[in-house]
């Protein structure tokens, strides 16, 4: 019966000792990498671009690909040119009724 407990406890021991072995050699993580938050920075910027009013869903699309090539290479910057050129004025005609 002492055997099977000593037998336990070392394997219990010899567990808790590869686990801190893991731990300490495991690299640890700081999130998202700089690509991947370069490209989802650009899938917002895409989603903003087609859900402006008379968005050019063509434009959108080569700003995209042009942002998510500029991830690869690690040079992204942002060359957005678009405009609003919907002409909307909106007015408050409310005269206090």
């Known amino acids: 019966m002492k055997s099977k407990l000593n037998n336990l406890l070392f394997f219990v021991l010899a567990a808790?000792?590869?686990m801190a072995v893991v731990y300490v050699f495991t690299?640890?993580?700081?999130g998202q990498s700089d690509r991947g938050q370069c490209q989802q920075q650009?899938?917002?910027?895409?989603q903003r671009c087609r859900n402006t009013a008379n968005a050019n869903q063509n434009s959108c699309k080569q700003?995209?690909?042009a942002c998510r090539a500029r991830?690869?290479?690690?040079?992204?910057?942002n060359t957005n040119t678009n405009t609003n050129m919907?002409?909307?004025t909106n007015t408050n005609t409310n005269n206090g009724h």
Do not use: H, I, L, S
């Open 86 to 88: 919907n002409g909307n």
């Open 16 to 18: 808790y000792v590869f």
């Open 71 to 77: 991830c690869r290479t690690g040079t992204n910057t």
């Open 27 to 30: 690299p640890t993580t700081t």
């Open 42 to 46: 650009c899938t917002q910027e895409y």
């Open 63 to 65: 700003a995209f690909d």
